[in-house]
């Protein structure tokens, strides 16, 4: 597929553009979802995050007047599993910039493999709103497979929510009915300040495991060599 960037630059977030970013993230939920999640403290707490490289872990795709088009980042986890982002504008969508963006994840995610145990796989993932389509076409297109779908509850914390709350008591129940199906999840069903969408852990497995005792094989001939 050819990457189509005219009019866009890639390069390296700084600290400066956090704000831009949210807002580049609240677009994309928006026009995803129809409503924004809570991805500012996330994101606030991921760049300041000791093992986090602005200057090497996260990419910006700019105009030429400076607005930000798209975001992706990519961040270690536990067991040899790297997590990762993307975000495209709305209007910047169908140019390739989210295939660029999968590629330099992907790129850093193999630099970063190698501070990772042989004998633990690597795969890389990414979290995707099931009702996404493009999205899940252009993983599956570069590899990626849904290895764990799985359902997030939107609760909005409004004030008639909070208020059956507090009117609980301890040992009741508090019955929430939900809407599951996928392809009709909105961010508040009727006047329900509820709703369920179903999201997918798409993975990639960039190194295969290796077994002990090749590993140690391995070393004993480098040491002889």
């Known amino acids: 597929m050819r990457v189509r960037l005219h009019n866009l630059a890639a390069k390296r977030p700084v600290s400066e553009d956090l704000e831009a970013v949210i807002e580049l993230m609240h677009e994309c939920e928006k026009a995803d979802k129809g409503f924004v999640e809570k991805t500012e403290e996330s994101l606030r707490e991921r760049w300041q995050a000791a093992h986090f490289n602005l200057n090497a872990d996260a990419w910006l795709i700019t105009t030429n007047k400076g607005h930000i088009a798209g975001y992706s980042d990519v961040w270690r ?47 890389l993932q990414y979290i995707v709103d099931g009702t996404h389509r493009t999205a899940k076409r252009l993983l ?35 019955a929430v ?39 140690v094989k391995e070393e004993r001939h480098y040491v002889s060599a």
Request: charged letters at 25%.
């Open 177 to 215: 009915e939900l809407v599951v199906d996928p392809e009709k999840a909105a961010a508040t069903p009727g006047n329900k300040p509820y709703a369920a969408r179903q999201y997918c852990t798409y993975e990639k497995v960039l190194r295969a495991a290796v077994k002990a005792e090749k590993v």
């Open 140 to 174: 599956e297109r570069e590899g990626y497979h849904c290895e764990r779908p799985f359902w997030r509850v939107h609760i909005n914390m409004n004030t008639s929510f909070l208020q059956e709350l507090n009117n609980g008591k301890e040992g009741e129940t508090l």
């Open 77 to 123: 986890m536990e067991n040899g599993r790297l997590r990762a982002s993307v975000y495209v504008h709305p209007a910047y969508r169908g140019r390739g910039v989210g295939t660029l963006l999968l590629w330099l994840n992907e790129e850093r995610a193999r630099q970063l493999m190698w501070g990772i145990p042989a004998h633990i796989q690597v795969s």
